[in-house]
Nanobody, 121 residues
Framework: QVQLVESGGGLVQAGDSLRLSCAAS????????MGWFRQTPGKDREFVSE????????YYATSVKGRFAISRDNAENTVYLQMSDLRPEDTAVYYCVAERQGRIMNTPDYWGQGTQVTVSS
């Protein structure tokens, strides 16, 4: 089965940067898209960013646009999220997600276990 494993989370100060990585394994077909959700306790999971598999088209939530950048390495089936100018409100568990076909939907087909990002002031 498809498995997504995130890495790169940690504790940083406001204004710092982090790069999250997500490696996909068990993929025997072309995924439609890979991306990221995040969740803070007591709040719903929210979409952060995605990148399509066919043309590397990127999409971002308004709250992170201009600060975060998503990219992928097709050879390693890996997606990255470069996060810059981090803010305390970015604190969350970040989940790597993937969609079988097409764009990421409200409930992606595949989820990683998540990696904690904590931004202090």
């Amino acid at each position: 089965q498809v498995q997504l494993v995130e890495s790169g989370g940690g504790l940083v100060q406001a204004g710092d940067s982090l790069r999250l990585s997500c490696a996909a394994s068990g993929v025997t077909f072309s995924l439609g898209a890979m991306g990221w959700f995040r969740q803070t306790p007591g709040k719903d999971r929210e979409f952060v960013s995605e990148i399509t598999s066919t043309d590397d088209k990127t999409y971002y939530a308004t709250s992170v646009k201009g600060r975060f950048a998503i990219s992928r390495d097709n050879a390693e089936n890996t997606v990255y999220l470069q996060m810059s100018d981090l803010r305390p409100e970015d604190t969350a568990v970040y989940y790597c997600v993937a969609e079988r076909q097409g764009r990421i939907m409200n409930t992606p087909d595949y989820w990683g276990q998540g990696t904690q990002v904590t931004v202090s002031s």
